[in-house]
Structure formats: C-alpha cells, structure tokens
C-alpha cells in the first residue's frame, strides 16, 4: 500500500504537521503519517546567499523513499534553487520527493503580526501543492484551487487548501 | 493544466536549465532546452518556440547575437534575456534589438511568473486575430455554472460580453447567489486568466491597518522585518482585483481607491519608490449602491468609476427552474466526495425544495443538500434528510381530502411507513389507517 510520509528537517513544529495529517490524507485518499529521520542539511548551506539547496536536499532524500511512497521534506530553513532567489517549495512531476519550506510563510518575517493558524494553513496549502505536482498536476488558473502558483506569500492566503473539480479528476 | 505555450532555456549551465525547465514544465509549458546558441539556432529553425529565454552569456556566439539571430528567423518569438546584475547594460542593448524583457539572475520567482504570464497574455492576444469579444463564443475554464432559467442565460451572456473587455464590472445580487462564481467566470475568459484574481474582502479591512493591506509597506517600515509586503494592488497587477462587499468600504479606503483607480500608481507605506499597477476591477455588492449614494453613504465619483458595467443576479426564488438542475448538481457532487455512490432525490423531497424560497440562494440551497448527504443514507434524498418539513407542508390544495390525502402521506413519510407509529400520531387506528391508505392510493415514495 502506497503511503504520504511527512518528514520535518531541521523544523519546530512536529504537532503541527500532526494535526493536518487527517487533512492531507482526505485530500489524496492515501494514509498519510509523521516520520522522523535524522539528516544533517548543513552540506547544502550555500553562505554567499544564506539559503539552503532545495534541489541537492531532494536528491539526498531519494534513498529514504519506499516503493510507491510518496515523501515530503518539511523544514524551516529558507530554501532557493540555482536560478531562483527562494522558493516556498519544490517537487517534480510524478516524482516522489518534495520539498517544503515555512521559512517565508511566517508572518513576522514581513513585519506583520504573528499568527500562527495562518502559518499552518499557508504550510498545509504548500504540502498538498507540492504533493499535487508529485502526484502529477500541474499549475492551474482557476481562482481557489490549491493548485495556482503562488509566488508571494499573501497570495497563498488567495487560494483554498483543496484541488477544483478539474484538478480532482485529472488527481484520479 | 498545459496551456500550449512552448519554451526554449538557453543556458550553458546544466542546473540552470534543468531548475527552470522544472519550473515551466510545473507551469504546464512544453519545455526544450540548449546549451549554446548553435544548438538554440538549429532548434529555433525547426520549431516554431513561443518564448525563448537566453542567458547573455553564453560560450561561443553570446545572447546578444543570439537574439538578434532568433529575430531574423521566428521574429514573433517572444525572447527574454537572462542577465547577471553585472551586464544589465548589455540587456538594455537587447530590448533595443527588439527582446521582449530581461530578468536579473537569480531571478525572483514573482519577478519571472510575472514576465512569462505577461508574455504568454500577449502571445495569446497576438494569435487572436479577432477581437478577444468575438472569439468567446462560449464560456471556458469555469467550473460548471448551473442554470437554465432565463435570468442566469441573461448573465452568462454578460459575462461573455465583459470578459473580452477591460471595463470595471459592478455584479449586484443578494447573499449566495454566485456573485464570486460570476467574478471568477468573467477572470476566466479574459486575457487576465494567467494571472490570478486578487480579492479584497472590503469591509473586513480594520481601518488602521488598510493602507499596509492596500499599498503594502518596505522592509524598513517595521523592525525586523526580513522581507517586504505587498500590498493588494502590487499583487494585482496584470491581475483582476475582486472588490468584494464593496458597500462595506470605508470612507477613508474609498477615497485611497478612487486615487489609486485615476493614477495607478502609489507608493509602499514607508517608502517612496513609485509603484505601477494594471489591473481590472470586478466588485460584488448586495446593496444597492445608487440608493447608497442618494443617501450619502457612498461617494458618487467612485460610483461613477466603478459602474460602467452592471450585471444583476437574480435571487434563486425567481428562477425557480435553476432549483432542479442545482440541487442535482450538488448531489451528485457531495455523494461523489463523500463516497455516497450514486444518489438521488425522491419526489418529495424535490417538490419542498421547490416549494422553498431560499433566502440564502444558492449557497443555502448547496449547504440544504451537503447535510443531507451526511445524514442521509439509501440512494436516495428524502425530504426527512431536509431542514423543510414545513415547507413541503404548505398547501397547494383546497379541498379537505386533498389535505387529509397529504396530511396522512406526510405523517407515513415521516415515521418510515411504520404503521403503528403513523396512526398513533394521527389519533386513528391502524385498520383505520389503512383503509385510508387504499382509499387515497397512497404509495410508499422513492
Ligand atoms: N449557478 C451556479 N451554479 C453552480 N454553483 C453555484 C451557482 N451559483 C452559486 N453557486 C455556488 O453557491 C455558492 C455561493 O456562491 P458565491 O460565493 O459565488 O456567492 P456570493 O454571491 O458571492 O455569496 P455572498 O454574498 O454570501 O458572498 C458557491 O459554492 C458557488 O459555487
Ligand atoms: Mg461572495
Ligand atoms: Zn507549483
Ligand atoms: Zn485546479
């Protein structure tokens, strides 16, 4: 049976990710559970930009995949890949690796007071995001769907945490 | 979803080109790339690419070269410089050598998402040689508007009118009756759609934190903080701004948007760099905004700015046709998500639907129906897994069998066709009852 293995690296708030297990589950009709592993990031700390490589993190991770698993990497570090200047997450197309980070989802982080319902949601919308292109979607342009792409933070605040019905089916 | 755009990434440096193909690849792009301008050369003669991205700096011929080369062969390709914050000078030599934009390695994801979102619009703008209004001849990228009355045909007709337009649209319509639906269908089928629809839920801005919401604010407005805001109208541009409840504005915001709408432009909170924004204004009210103005509570200039189309959703009541295929509609869509299997709904229980004035439209009518797909179990809706007993009571009848017929029906319906119970609360005997059973032909409903 194929699983969701959430993994957090290097993040605080291990409840949180509990908490929206059942949420995470329902959206893809997988079982979907917590599982902690030990892995050192500090290889991938690139000092000229203070960020980590999102990209070389995956490829450190696909060994911890079982067959027909997908997992995520939660973390709390902020990530960037060669080209872009930070991203909130990454995945590839049918892969069964992904990356998550809630560096850049905290409120504070742009002057703005601290709210941390706000923060899961905005995490939760990222996971199930980047879990959705491992599940083989790509971007879509309805307004609401938890698939649009989201490139600022308060944009994400735009969308739902659920697929529209177009997505859903394509999810099937 | 694929959006039928292609994309050529020239770039020497094998991880540049496989994060961005990723990237456009996620973005729903067919995607190629090419290490050198040679090999970019002979791709870009065999295919027709819609946009081409070239790093400046390449080996051998250089992005330069390369740009004005592509421009000799496909001079409608859409070519975007990647440059070095180093050579910006040679990006600007680039545009004038007809490129369509240049981004700054590494980029900005927003930055880039907003170059290549303006670059496909234009793309698919270019491929229309008719008007945009001629070519919606009928709605796309929706999902399902229900409805056969007349009064919903009358708005999605509207709505494919406006959608080819850039005029502001005021969409008028009691509480649930699909005032964000039409806003987002009218998104949809405009050249906006690759970008998002940006909603500003007026009345629940507090009033001493509106100008950050609007404007947004520098990093330095606030100690520290790492990262600017963006404000609303910065995240609308190229984008639909959504006005919802717009009645619900403040005075002040009223006029902070009335400014902003004539100059398009305004600043962060604690900054002074200029900010320009396109956007197209769509605004939801379920007030009549003309009587507001005649009372003062409204400024009559935004008014004015604002209702240069209007588009009215009738209340569900009045179209009551649209009671059948909707509640089919969400049936089928609540028993699919549920995992109910295929359901439907029995004749009462249709008939006290239609029978309800809904005075929360269709919202109240989606959630009537989600709740009885909980509770209810069999394949089918019965008007007991219905808030509506009373509204199936409301007599249509005159005579006094008619009443008793019903009356007796009703009863049986409500305790399960259990014959004891039902006679009991009629205050007959069960003998009694099913001789009025057989009279009146009463049959146990579906
Ligand atoms: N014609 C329709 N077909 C299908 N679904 C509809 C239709 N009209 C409304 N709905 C659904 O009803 C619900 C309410 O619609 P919407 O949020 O657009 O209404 P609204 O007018 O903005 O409501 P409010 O005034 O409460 O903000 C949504 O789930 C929407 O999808
Ligand atoms: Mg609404
Ligand atoms: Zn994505
Ligand atoms: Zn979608």
């Known amino acids: 049976m194929s699983r969701i293995k959430i993994i957090p690296l290097q993040f605080a708030g291990v409840e949180v990710l509990e908490q929206m297990l059942p949420l995470i589950s329902a959206r893809f009709k997988i079982e979907t559970l917590v599982s902690t592993h030990r892995m050192d990031l500090t290889p991938f700390f690139n000092p000229v930009r203070s960020q980590y490589n999102a990209n070389d993190i995956i490829q450190k991770m696909v060994p911890l995949v079982d067959e027909g698993d997908k997992i995520v990497g939660v973390t709390d570090l902020d990530l960037f890949i060669p080209v872009l200047s930070y991203i909130f997450g990454q995945a590839y197309l049918g892969g069964s690796v992904a990356l998550v980070s809630g560096h850049r989802l905290v409120n504070a982080r742009y002057g703005l007071a601290d709210d941390p319902k706000l923060f899961s949601e905005r995490l939760l919308k990222c996971i199930i995001h980047e879990l959705g292109h491992a599940f083989g979607l790509k971007h879509c342009l309805l307004p609401g769907c938890v698939m649009v792409s989201t490139t600022y933070v308060e944009e994400m605040d735009q969308k739902s945490d659920q697929f529209c019905r177009s997505c859903k089916i394509q999810l099937k | 979803m694929d959006n039928n755009l292609s994309i050529l990434i020239v770039d020497d440096e094998l991880s540049v080109r496989d ?101 496909s619009k234009t793309i698919h703008l270019s ?24 009064g919903i045909l009358k708005v999605l007709e509207q709505v494919r009118v406006v959608a080819g337009t850039d005029s502001t649209v005021i969409i008028n319509g009691d509480s649930g009756t699909g005032k964000e639906l039409i806003a987002k269908a009218i998104h949809m089928n405009s050249s906006r759609r690759f970008f998002p629809m940006v909603i500003v839920h007026c009345g629940a801005i ?139 709904i029995g004749r009462r229980a249709a008939k006290a639907l239609n029978n309800y004035d809904f005075p929360g439209n269709v919202r109240e009518l989606e959630n009537l129906i989600e709740r009885a797909i909980v509770i209810g179990t ?69």
Request: proline share 2%; hydrophobic share 40%; net charge negative.
């Open chain 2, 19 to 119: 994060s961005l193909s990723n990237w456009f690849i996620e973005d729903g792009y067919s995607v190629d790339t090419a290490e050198d301008a040679k090999v970019a050369l002979k791709k870009i003669e065999a295919f027709n690419f819609h946009i081409i991205l070239v790093d400046i700096k390449l080996p051998g011929m250089d992005g330069l070269e390369l740009n004005r080369r592509i421009k000799s062969i496909n001079d409608e390709a859409v070519v975007i410089i990647m440059t070095a914050f180093a050579s910006v000078d040679s990006a600007v030599q680039a545009l004038k050598d007809g490129a369509y934009d240049y981004v700054c390695k590494p980029f900005d994801p927003d930055a880039i998402t907003h170059i290549i979102r303006n670059a």
């Open chain 2, 127 to 150: 491929q229309e040689n008719i008007s945009l209004q001629d070519r919606i001849k009928s709605l796309v990228n929706v999902e399902d508007i229900i409805g056969e009355s007349e």
């Open chain 2, 206 to 344: 507090a009033e001493n934190l509106m100008e950050s919401e609007l404007f947004g604010h520098e990093r330095g407005a606030f100690t520290g903080a790492q990262y600017a805001r963006k404000g609303k109208f910065e995240m609308a541009d190229g984008a639909t701004l959504f006005l919802d409840e717009i009645s619900t504005i403040s005075m002040k915001m009223q006029i902070e948007l009335l400014r902003v709408l004539e100059a398009k432009t305004f600043t962060r909170v604690g900054g002074n760099r200029e900010f320009k924004s396109d956007f197209r204004v769509i605004c939801a009210t379920n007030r009549d905004l003309q009587a507001m103005v005649n009372a003062g509570e409204f400024r009559e200039d935004l008014f004015y700015r604002l209702n240069v189309f209007s588009i009215t959703i009738p209340p569900l009541r009045e179209r009551t046709e649209d009671i059948k295929p909707l509640s089919e509609h969400f049936v089928k869509f609540y028993a699919e998500q549920m995992n109910k299997g295929t359901k439907h």
């Open chain 2, 378 to 446: 069999g394949d089918t809706v019965q008007l007991k897994d219905l808030p509506l007993d009373h509204v199936a009571a409301k007599p249509t009848w005159e005579s006094i069998q008619e009443m008793e017929y019903h009356h007796i029906q009703g009863i049986l319906e409500k305790y399960d066709w259990n014959i004891s119970r039902s006679a009991k609360a009629l205050g007959v005997d069960r003998v009694t009852l099913y001789s009025k059973i057989k009279k009146y032909k009463i049959e146990k409903n579906k």
